[in-house]
């Protein structure tokens, strides 16, 4: 990952979601905690994984994430995915975050991870995904 920070100097996929980090997310150092990011990645993922699958989707595994920057109180964060793979009935996503540095004003990517989801039906089976429509 970290030979694909220096490669990768913008964001890679769709913007998903963004948000701001708040004084309750931090830590006592005044750092956004590490679990609140991958939360807020994990449903960045989620949106983008159930529009492909048509429905409800789960998360099924998160691989190859580290954290590359601390993240302070009051940063913007924004979440890109993009679908590296997808199976029969699941979505292989990258998702990234990044955040706006308050003292330079330029963005940096905070961490990125690769997270699988599975297409589920109302009572929470595997099911197949939907074939790939045009506008995908």
Request: no cysteine; charged share 20%; net charge negative.
């Amino acid at each position: 990952m970290f030979e694909q920070e220096k490669e990768n100097l913008t964001p890679q996929g769709q913007l998903a979601l963004q948000i701001t980090a708040l004084p309750r997310e931090t830590n006592g150092f005044g750092d956004i905690y590490g679990g609140w990011l991958v939360a807020q990645m994990d449903l960045a993922g989620t949106a983008a994984a159930s529009r492909r699958a048509g429905g409800r989707v789960a998360t099924v595994s998160i691989d190859r994430m580290a954290f590359l920057v601390p993240v302070a109180v009051g940063a913007q964060l924004s979440f890109y995915t993009q679908s590296l793979q997808v199976g029969r009935s699941s979505i292989q996503m990258l998702v990234e975050a990044w955040s706006d540095d308050s003292l330079s004003g330029q963005w940096r990517k905070v961490t990125e991870a690769v997270f699988v989801f599975v297409a589920i039906d109302g009572a929470g089976r595997t099911r197949p995904l939907p074939p790939l429509r045009q506008d995908d």
